[in-house]
T-cell receptor, first 116, second 118 residues
């Protein structure tokens, strides 16, 4: 079974600064997907960024980027130029491929607080 | 607008009183799933459905039932709710139930249902 670990329960960052969230996972699979989801106070789950394990290039979406280290089974998220609207719970998630049951395996989450 | 809807958004009920949380998607998605979110545990899958009339258990199915009679709807049924089912529930859907690479695996989440069982 896959496990996803987020070791930082909460992080605080000032506006315009950079914050990095860590995520490690444990799997024996070679092909899989990794995701970061954002959950603001509205509770809506919003996909921030995705990474396919077969791609060596790290994914980037505007101010969000990942550092994917397949051998180390690490998938960190960097938020650059932090904005107040980035305040949210961030979840790292794993999905194996092919998708036999389509299950997203989530970490416990990291609460990010952006301060003025 | 493409979306996943859930009803109700908030529900307070008593132990043992049967309830149903509805989930509907308007994107013609094959795959649908239910998750529950609890503090410190993230989201955990309850049940999933690969297509109409095809459902299967996730990681925490005890105390829940589902059905998939139509492609767009995937209700979650609690026959006899207990306080340990107090949680935040999410329905999600994706285009494909298959294994092809591509965006077909991306899951879209509903707005969540906050359930309290007293």
């Amino acid at each position: 079974a896959q496990t996803v670990t987020q070791s930082q329960p909460e992080m605080s960052v000032q506006e315009a600064e950079t914050v990095t969230l860590s995520c490690t996972y444990d799997t024996s699979e070679n092909n899989y997907y990794l995701f970061w989801y954002k959950q603001p106070p509205s509770r809506q789950m919003i996909l921030v960024i995705r990474q396919e394990a077969y791609k060596q290039q790290n994914a980037t979406e505007n101010r969000f980027s990942v550092n994917f280290q397949k051998a180390a089974k690490s998938f960190s998220l960097k938020i650059s130029d932090s904005q107040l609207g980035d305040t949210a719970m961030y979840f790292c998630a794993f999905m194996k491929h092919p998708r036999s049951e389509g299950k997203l395996q989530f970490g416990a989450g990291t609460q990010v607080v952006v301060t003025p | 607008e493409a979306q996943v809807t859930q009803n109700p958004r908030y529900l307070i009920t008593v132990t043992g009183k049967k309830l149903t949380v509805t989930c509907s998607q308007n994107m013609n998605h094959e795959y649908m799933s239910w998750y529950r979110q609890d503090p410190g545990l993230g989201l955990r899958q309850i049940y999933y459905s690969m297509n109409v009339e095809v459902t299967d258990k996730g990681d925490v199915p005890e105390g829940y039932k589902v059905s998939r009679k139509e492609k767009r709807n995937f209700p979650l049924i609690l026959e006899s709710p207990s306080p340990n089912q107090t949680s935040l529930y999410f329905c999600a859907s994706s285009l494909s139930a298959g294994g092809a690479y591509g965006l077909s695996y991306e899951q879209y989440f509903g707005p969540g249902t906050r359930l309290t069982v007293t």
